[in-house]
T-cell receptor, first 112, second 110 residues
Framework: DAEITQSPRHKITETGRQVTLACHQT?????MFWYRQDLGHGLRLIHY???????NKGEVSDGYSVSRSNTEDLPLTLESAASSQTSVYFC???????????FGQGTRLTVV | EDQVTQSPEALRLQEGESSSLNCSYT??????LFWYRQDPGKGPEFLFT???AGEEKEKERLKATLTKKESFLHITAPKPEDSATYLC???????????FGKGTSLLVTP
């Protein structure tokens, strides 16, 4: 079955370190998204991509970057991790207009 | 700026006690309104998409409706397994990303 997977599921890192969260989907979807979920804020959009070599900033993009070198993967990089980036991160993908997004299981990131 | 507001923040129901969750929205050109269910420690799971005012969709004990300003998720005779956080999101004509509300946490007790 097609799916979307995130790795790792849990990570603890130190302030100032570079961290990369992986997202891989096997639906061949053009659209991929990264969200973070925090108590009191709900899901907020970090970055998104509508195809290979396309990336766009979302609502809370400062301190994050993405790259899209193929259809299946959209890794999220925290350039220099900060405590404010402690959160649960969700990757999602969708295809076409008016279609639902499918979400991964999430990565819980703790920055100490 | 697009805004999605869900109410109530939390709802506790007895098994069999029907109720409704509200999602009010402002968006510059609605492409679609989405309902998701999220269980603790998991990613959101898609439930419904509504595209135009007056549209309704049903799935088991859940029914979603849409007006020009809000959407309702009606839960009929809920069971404990319906306990979850329900998320509402809008997709604007300007793009494919979803703008989420903060969710309603539903607890159904036996």
């Amino acid at each position: 079955d097609a799916e979307i997977t995130q790795s790792p599921r849990h990570k603890i890192t130190e302030t100032g370190r570079q961290v990369t969260l992986a997202c891989h989907q096997t639906w061949n979807h053009n659209n991929m998204f990264w969200y973070r979920q925090d108590l009191g804020h709900g899901l907020r959009l970090i970055h998104y991509s509508y195809g290979v070599q396309d990336t766009n900033k979302g609502e809370v993009s400062d301190g994050y970057s993405v790259s899209r070198s193929n259809t299946e993967d959209l890794p999220l990089t925290l350039e220099s991790a900060a405590s404010s980036q402690t959160s649960v991160y969700f990757c999602a993908s969708s295809n076409g207009i008016n279609t639902e997004a499918f979400f991964g299981q999430g990565t819980r990131l703790t920055v100490v | 700026e697009d805004q999605v507001t869900q109410s109530p923040e939390a709802l506790r129901l007895q098994e069999g006690e029907s109720s409704s969750l509200n999602c009010s929205y402002t968006v510059s050109g609605l492409r679609g309104l989405f309902w998701y269910r999220q269980d603790p420690g998991k990613g959101p799971e898609f439930l419904f998409t509504l595209y135009s005012a007056g549209e309704e969709k049903e799935k088991e004990r859940l029914k979603a409706t849409l007006t020009k300003k809000e959407s309702f998720l009606h839960i009929t005779a809920p069971k404990p397994e319906d306990s979850a956080t329900y998320l509402c999101a809008v997709q604007a004509n300007s793009g494919y990303a979803l703008n989420f509300g903060k969710g309603t946490s539903l607890l159904v007790t036996p």
